[in-house]
């Protein structure tokens, strides 16, 4: 009789027991909130991460961010990182886009800063102002803010980031007589200096005229006047007598002082052109700075756009954005992410292994970027050039306002019709699309 008590009484021990370890493990997991690895780890299951990238500068892009997602997943083992390579900046906005409106939008993805008011007029982009402590935001560059902000508010985390920076080759400037270590810092200064080294088999200076000219124009904008929009993303100012003059002298490069050639110059093609001894000088985005440092078998330097009545540049590149309907772990997991990619250290990596300018303070702080700006001092004039660097050009319906410019300065710079032409038909197209914003 007493063995049967004791087998039933260890029956009901063990029926508690088990009771008790379910109902310990509910609360365990319901109490991991927001924290991804802890989700993961409680449901067995990795968080999957969808991160889309474009692919727009020359270098070994694919591989660095492959590298930094394998880094990541290491640190971070219940977080699985895919990147998705989309192409051009305008390739990867269109299949994000294609996503969102398919109702599944990816975890995150890297868009040119000049999206802000696109995808805020879609109400795709999660807040970020309070997702890090202000001393985080601090740490960036003033200068890469201005197209990351709405008001107060914080959309985007700056990633690559980059101004227009002017390459010239200096073994090139010794056969013209020209002093390799003082770099034309006036326009005038630039056609003198363009004549001398514009012969019979190579320009004395190459500004692409295909994709990003708008972003050309509006350095010379900044370089004579202002800005060629607000800052709310509603109106546009190309009409203005100091654009005008900026987009003439654009156009007298190769029309009237024949130091560059007429009519269309590839984006992609210019870099090619100056690492191949075709082109003496050019504008470029400071992201290929280190393709150019790899492959160019010249002594070259870097310097400041040259000024008209003052020094100049738009600031351009991509930021990281972070899409609200997503699962929570998901947004999580792409704040740890985005913490992981934006420490000191990785920043500075990144800026030398790129070219692009390290975003924050910090990271010039490092010995790792400290050493590397001694050894290669090009690489800080971008930097440098910051201080007088404002806004790219962004607004609401940003594609289509910015397709108006290019098509109509491509014009102007192909002969096809007068700069004062460009800019009006530009500004009437413009002010049609934005007027519902006004």
């Not at 993805?109 to 008011?117: M, P």
């Not at 082109?279 to 470029?284: F, G, L, S, V």
């Amino acid at each position: 009789m007493r063995k049967k008590i004791t087998a039933f009484w260890a029956l009901i021990l063990s029926v508690m027991l088990s009771l008790s370890a379910c109902s310990g493990g509910s609360e365990s997991s319901n109490s991991s909130g927001g924290s991804s690895d802890g989700a993961a780890a409680q449901s067995g299951k990795k968080v999957e991460l969808e991160f889309y990238y474009p692919v727009a500068v020359g270098g070994p892009i694919q591989q660095l961010i492959d590298q930094l997602a394998s880094d990541f997943m290491a640190e971070h083992p219940d977080i699985v990182v895919n990147p998705i390579y989309a192409g051009s900046y305008q390739d990867t906005m269109t299949k994000v886009t294609t996503a969102v409106q398919g109702g599944n939008p990816p975890d995150m993805a890297v868009l040119l800063s000049t999206e802000l008011y696109t995808l805020l007029e879609m109400k795709v982009l999660e807040e970020l102002t309070n997702h890090f402590p202000q001393e985080y935001w601090n740490d960036f560059f003033e200068g890469f803010m201005g197209n990351t902000k709405s008001g107060d508010q914080i959309w985007s985390v700056p990633f690559q980031r980059s101004t227009i920076v002017l390459y010239y080759n200096k073994d090139k400037f010794r056969e013209a007589g020209l002093d390799p270590e003082k770099p034309p810092t006036t326009w005038e200064e630039l056609v003198e200096y363009g004549k001398q080294l514009t012969t019979g088999d190579q320009w004395g200076i190459e500004i692409p005229s295909t994709g990003y000219q708008y972003w050309m124009l509006q350095a010379m904008a900044l370089q004579t006047g202002g800005n060629i929009m607000s800052g709310d993303g509603k109106k546009v100012f190309f009409t203005e007598p100091y654009v005008e003059e900026a987009l003439q002298f654009y156009v007298d490069l190769g029309q009237k002082h024949q130091i560059m050639p007429k009519g269309i110059l590839e984006w992609a093609t210019v870099p090619s052109d100056f690492i191949s001894g075709k082109t003496a000088m050019m504008y470029h985005t400071t992201g290929n700075l280190t393709r150019v440092k790899n492959e160019a078998n010249f002594d070259f330097d870097v310097a400041f756009l040259p000024a008209n009545k003052q020094y100049g540049s738009p600031t351009g590149g991509g930021n990281i954005y972070v899409f609200k309907d997503i699962p929570e772990e998901n947004k999580q997991a792409a704040l740890e992410f985005i913490k992981f990619l934006t420490r000191p250290e990785r920043v500075a990596q990144w800026s030398i292994d790129t070219g692009y300018v390290g975003t924050t303070k910090s990271a010039y702080e490092t010995d790792l970027l400290k050493k590397y700006v001694e050894e290669f001092p090009q690489a800080a004039v971008a930097r440098d050039q910051l201080q007088y660097a404002d806004s790219e050009l962004s607004t609401y319906q940003n594609g289509m306002v910015t397709k108006f410019l290019n098509d109509n300065v491509q014009a102007a710079l192909s002969g096809d019709i007068t700069p004062k032409e460009a800019l009006e038909k530009s500004q009437s197209d413009a002010d049609r699309t934005l007027a519902p914003y006004q």
